[in-house]
């Protein structure tokens, strides 16, 4: 621990926010975070959308089956003990965990889990249409989710693997709510959805003190959790907006961890007892030919273009510390990532490749990109790299509002953009990167293939349904690592990185999680000293 300058810590966090801050080392037992946190729109799993409520949902509640701290890439039991799936029949049959209990003291019940999974779907605001995909609607749901003794059957309309269902059960409006409590609090029919943008009524590792919108979260360790009470006795997340302001309150000892410094912040740390964690994040980012533009149709485009991209140079320097070479549609750290990097920055080769297919040079290509760092910085490097090989970007920068808006339109030539998955399974990225059934204007589709006008061979369409309806779980990743590899190879969406994070904390802080999206964001096994 630092050197102890004050003990007035406890006291300073009482005190409204705006007033000064003592000199401090933190609490024992309390981990004190910055973080800008003025993006929470709602807490209530239900509606919960934004970054910020994705962690603190997932530190609140439990879902039946769910992926946890001590390894992200595992799907482990939660609040179900154990399930049984029967492909033919469309059903995953749950055995509740004996003994689990909600932060309130309630038991949890299959009433809770009906009640949870009805809730979401009548409500019927954002993240309903995770659900909705199994094809719950408000009519069905009670024939859908039905319950005897301690078990609850979960039916499906769909040719879906079990496994794609255990996916989206184990997604964000899927956490399980207290429905005793809940019920208690519901005013003019919300199913209290008021109170619980406020309140918490979770049975996960923590349990919500107070929110106070856009200045501070304070949760306490929930004693009873199954898996073993946290080892804090609370974490407080200080709104703190400026990442100048966190980098200093970390340097001074009053907070143990800042969530939103700069590359640049980073970089400056000179403190021996502040470290610095990177986590690979979910968005992959990539360069994209839209197929309507003549001079980017032949292949030998797509190929070469893959030895133009400058992959050290940009992680080394402009993207430092935000990015990581990577070349598959599905990120690296989730079941069924394809994680090898088969090309590098060869300009030579790719004149070969071009030379030999005919294409005649110069080329010259409109490169659509979002008007901010480290997006503009990037495009030049690919200007760069690009030109190399006689193929020339002229950036066009816009808003992140105009760039998307002529993504979807088609109207672009080339696109520099990033994608993520709307929740952890790997269907949620291949169908956007490897499957396009209906190439015509008219039947637009919220996916990677479309908005390039890619006419995606029918064998890998193909593949691409087969693998989400695999009923054997380790076929069905490998499956998926098979269409990685061949978009990899031969697709005129070229994916060159995912996404890093970097958070700074005190050298005593261990434990931390922070995976590849907001959902795996877990303070459960933080210690300090």
């Known amino acids: 621990m630092r050197t102890l300058r004050s003990t007035l810590l406890a006291s300073a966090l009482?005190?409204?926010?705006?007033?000064?801050?003592?000199?401090?080392?933190?609490?024992?037992?309390?981990?004190?975070?910055?973080?800008?946190?003025?993006?929470?729109?709602?807490?209530?799993?239900?509606?919960?959308?934004?970054?910020?409520?994705?962690?603190?949902?997932?530190?609140?509640?439990?879902?039946?089956?769910?992926?946890?701290?001590?390894?992200?890439?595992?799907?482990?039991?939660?609040?179900?003990?154990?399930?049984?799936?029967?492909a033919e029949a469309k059903t995953i049959t749950f055995t509740l965990r004996d003994g689990a209990t909600f932060a309130s003291g309630n038991p949890v019940t299959v009433d809770d889990v009906l009640f949870s999974f009805?809730?979401?779907?009548?409500?019927?605001?954002?993240?309903?249409?995770?659900?909705?995909?199994?094809?719950?609607?408000?009519?069905?749901?009670?024939?859908?989710?039905?319950?005897?003794?301690?078990?609850?059957?979960?039916?499906?309309?769909?040719?879906?693997?079990?496994?794609?269902?255990?996916?989206?059960?184990?997604?964000?409006?899927?956490?399980?709510?207290?429905?005793?409590?809940v019920k208690e609090h519901e005013?003019?029919?919300?199913?209290?959805?008021?109170?619980?943008?406020?309140?918490?009524?979770?049975?996960?590792?923590?349990?919500?003190?107070?929110?106070?919108?856009?200045?501070?979260?304070?949760?306490s360790a929930n004693?009873?959790?199954?898996?073993?009470?946290?080892?804090?006795?609370?974490?407080?997340i200080r709104h703190v907006a400026e990442s100048a302001t966190q980098q200093l309150l970390l340097e001074k000892g009053d907070i143990d961890l800042a969530r939103n410094l700069t590359p640049d912040q980073i970089a400056s740390i000179d403190n021996a007892e502040i470290k610095v964690e990177t986590y690979p994040q979910a968005a992959v980012h990539f360069l994209s030919f839209n197929q309507k533009t003549e001079s980017l149709t032949p292949p030998a485009v797509w190929e070469a273009a893959r030895y133009l991209v400058d992959y050290e140079g940009m992680t080394n320097s402009i993207i430092k510390g935000q990015m990581d070479v990577h070349q598959a549609f599905w990120p690296k750290g989730f079941p069924g990532s394809f994680d090898e990097t088969p090309f590098t920055y060869d300009p030579e080769k790719a004149?070969?490749?071009?030379?030999?297919?005919?294409?005649?040079?110069?080329?010259?290509?409109?490169?659509?990109?979002?008007?901010?760092?480290?997006?503009?910085?990037?495009?030049?490097?690919?200007?760069?790299?690009?030109?190399?090989?006689?193929?020339?970007?002229?950036i066009l920068p816009g808003t992140g509002s105009q760039v998307i808006t002529k993504?979807?339109?088609?109207?672009?030539?080339?696109?520099?953009?990033?994608?993520?998955?709307?929740?952890?399974?790997?269907?949620?990225?291949?169908?956007?990167?490897?499957?396009?059934?209906?190439?015509?204007?008219?039947?637009?589709?919220?996916?990677?293939?479309?908005?390039?006008?890619?006419?995606?061979?029918?064998?890998?369409?193909?593949?691409?349904?087969a693998a989400l309806s695999e009923a054997d779980p380790e076929k069905r990743l490998e499956m998926y690592r098979d269409l990685q590899q061949k978009v990899q190879k031969d697709?005129?969406?070229?994916?060159?990185?995912?996404?890093?994070?970097?958070?700074?904390?005190?050298?005593?802080v261990t434990g931390y999680v922070n995976g590849a999206t907001s959902d795996f964001v877990f303070y459960r096994l933080v210690e300090k000293g």
């Not at 909705?132 to 003794?149: K, P």
């Not at 697709?491 to 050298?507: E, G, K, L, R």
């Open 187 to 219: 005013v003019d029919g919300d199913m209290g959805n008021a109170w619980l943008n406020e309140n918490s009524a979770g049975s996960g590792p923590f349990k919500l003190d107070r929110y106070a919108p856009a200045q501070m979260v304070r949760m």
């Open 351 to 394: 004149e070969q490749i071009l030379a030999d297919a005919g294409i005649e040079t110069p080329i010259t290509v409109s490169l659509d990109v979002i008007n901010a760092a480290p997006f503009t910085d990037m495009a030049q490097s690919l200007q760069a790299s690009f030109a190399d090989a006689g193929i020339n970007f002229e």
């Open 118 to 181: 009805a809730r979401v779907i009548k409500l019927n605001l954002t993240p309903a249409f995770i659900l909705t995909q199994l094809g719950w609607t408000a009519e069905n749901i009670d024939q859908m989710v039905t319950a005897e003794g301690n078990t609850v059957t979960v039916k499906y309309d769909g040719d879906f693997s079990p496994a794609f269902v255990l996916n989206v059960l184990a997604a964000r409006p899927a956490s399980i709510v207290d429905s005793v409590l």
């Open 407 to 465: 993504y979807r339109e088609r109207s672009h030539e080339a696109m520099l953009l990033y994608w993520g998955p709307d929740f952890m399974d790997p269907h949620s990225n291949a169908k956007a990167f490897a499957y396009n059934s209906d190439n015509s204007d008219d039947s637009y589709a919220a996916t990677t293939t479309w908005r390039n006008a890619w006419a995606v061979p029918e064998e890998l369409n193909k593949q691409t349904m």
């Open 491 to 508: 697709s005129p969406i070229v994916i060159m990185f995912q996404a890093a994070y970097q958070v700074a904390m005190d050298d005593d």
């Open 223 to 236: 004693e009873g959790y199954f898996n073993g009470a946290p080892a804090l006795d609370s974490v407080i």
């Open 14 to 86: 009482a005190l409204p926010l705006a007033a000064p801050l003592a000199l401090a080392d933190t609490p024992e037992g309390v981990l004190v975070v910055a973080q800008n946190i003025d993006d929470i729109v709602a807490l209530d799993p239900a509606q919960a959308y934004e970054f910020t409520s994705g962690e603190l949902v997932t530190n609140l509640y439990d879902r039946l089956v769910q992926y946890d701290a001590e390894d992200t890439t595992v799907l482990a039991p939660g609040l179900a003990s154990d399930w049984e799936a029967d």
